[in-house]
Structure formats: C-alpha cells, structure tokens
C-alpha cells in the first residue's frame, strides 16, 4: 500500500482552534457553529461540478439505470441515508438508489477493521445487485484516497458505468479517478482531522442535491409537493391529505376516501381530475 501523506490533506490540517478541552460549552459550541457557516459556501463553489453530474445521472436513469453510493466509515452511512429516504420520500422502489458501505451492513453501527483498505471489496459489493452500463456509481470520501472507493470506481469506469466521486481535498484521489468529480474544500475541522463534522456536513449537502434534483428531473415532485411519497404514519397521511384539499378543493374527508382508494397524492389527483372531465 502506498504510503500516505496526510498532511498534503486540508481536511487533515491543524484545527484554527487549540486549547479545546479549557474551553468553556458555550465557546466550544460557538466554535462549531462558526465552523459549519462555511461549508455551504464551500459547497456552492462545487455547484457547477454537481450539475455535471447529475445531469448524466438523469441521462441515464431516465433509460432504466440505478443510482449507487458507496463509501467507508461516516462517508458511507451519508450514502445509505440518502439512499434509504429516497423510497418514502419520493415512492421510489427501494432498490432504484442503493447505499453500500465499506464492511457490509454491520458497519452502519459499528466500524469494520481494514474494511476501507480492501480495494477488491466495493466491486464484489455491486455485482450482487448486477450492475451495468446504465447505472451510476458515486463514490464518497472525504480524504478522497479511500481504497475501498477508488477500487470500485476503476472497475465501475472499465465496464463503462457512470462514476462520480465526492471527496473534500482538492486534487482527490477518486476525483482522478471518476468520470465526474465534486470537490468540495471544508479545510480543517474544529476537532483536528475529525471529517465527520464539516466534511460529513458537506457531504450531506451534496448528497441532498444529488437525489432530490434527480428526483425532480424524474418526476418524483410536482410543483414542490411530494406527490409520491408513501403514506407510512400519520403525519404524511395529514400532510398528503392537505395537499389535495388545496390542490383540489376539497373537504378532508374526500381527501381520506381519495388517498385511502388510490394511496398516493399524484394517484388521488389524477383519478378526480378525470372524473370532472
């Protein structure tokens, strides 16, 4: 393995801040939060290369392809939340964005030791969802050197799939590797080195734009309603059923019948829009 230089990282430099355990809750908080107020301006700077890339996600999806995340540590539990809220939030099949992370399933609660190191691994992991030239692969890394990630980048990009990469160094290393690469340079965290807070942060931004442009351009949103998602408890129930009385205009309890007959927001409002015609 190669030897690596952490230093050359920005994610990896010195803290602005020292002295953190004499600091007060208060100037420790505040430190974070002043932290964090820049990560979305760093992440607008990446909004160009984001477009790029969803873009060709769409191209692709729009012919059947899927979307897949796949990431070590908190970089690969990022993937797997964007992934699994997909299904509720846009009435997605489950398996259309799918989340993997380095060490399988059980390291969602708790690391895997070496899982990240394994550069064979991330592609033994997509071929049991037999994946193939209409689908996309982003990989996620905040140092942007995870073996893990560039190892299924490369074989994904050899069988002519869609790559992507996420990293927060500029000159990544999966950025040299995938199609379409998205820097986004948090620089150094209030804790020394600890990505999960600034660089997790930008992640989850662009992994938010990521699926829900794709989703809209999909037709997942109509306006800027939800009009697919699915009807787990009360909550959405209520939501959806205010949807259709403003939309429609309609009393609530024609709403329920409507939402309880035909289970979805776009469904319900179809169905009575043909019946006025």
């Known amino acids: 393995m190669n030897e690596i230089n952490l230093e050359a990282l920005t994610t990896e430099k010195t803290s602005h801040y020292d002295n953190l355990d004499e600091k007060s809750v208060l100037e420790i908080l505040e430190g974070i939060n002043q932290e964090d107020q820049t990560v979305p301006q760093a992440v607008a700077k990446a909004i160009p290369q984001i477009e790029k890339l969803v873009t060709a996600i769409v191209q692709r999806m729009k012919q059947g392809g899927r979307l897949f995340y796949i ?28 989340g993997l992370i ?11 030791e070496n899982a990240e190191d394994d550069t064979e ?31 299924g980048l490369k074989k994904a990009r050899e069988q002519g799939i869609l790559t992507g990469a996420i990293a927060c160094n500029q000159d990544s290393e999966i950025g040299k590797t995938a199609e379409y690469k998205i820097e986004v ?41 939800m009009v697919d998602m699915q009807l787990s408890n009360y909550k959405l129930i209520v939501r959806a059923e205010n949807m259709l009385i403003k939309e429609l205009g309609i009393a609530r309890e024609e709403a329920e019948v409507l939402l309880q007959q035909y289970g979805s927001v776009r469904a319900s409002v179809d169905a009575y829009r043909a019946k006025q015609l």
């Open 71 to 98: 990431g070590a540590g908190t970089s690969g539990r990022l993937g797997i939340v964007d992934a699994s809220e997909c299904p509720p939030t846009f009435g997605v099949p489950f398996d259309l964005v799918v």
């Open 102 to 112: 380095a060490g399988g399933d059980g390291a969602i609660r708790k690391a895997v």
């Open 121 to 151: 691994q991330a592609w033994k992991d997509l071929s049991q969802y037999d994946i193939n030239p209409l689908d996309a692969v982003v990989g996620i890394a905040a140092s942007g050197r995870t073996p893990y990630v560039i190892g």
């Open 185 to 225: 340079i948090t620089g150094p965290e209030f804790v020394t080195g600890s990505t999960r807070m600034k660089a997790g942060t930008a992640q989850k931004l662009v992994l938010n734009m990521i699926s829900t442009s794709v989703m809209i351009q999909l037709g997942r949103v109509r306006g800027n309603k």
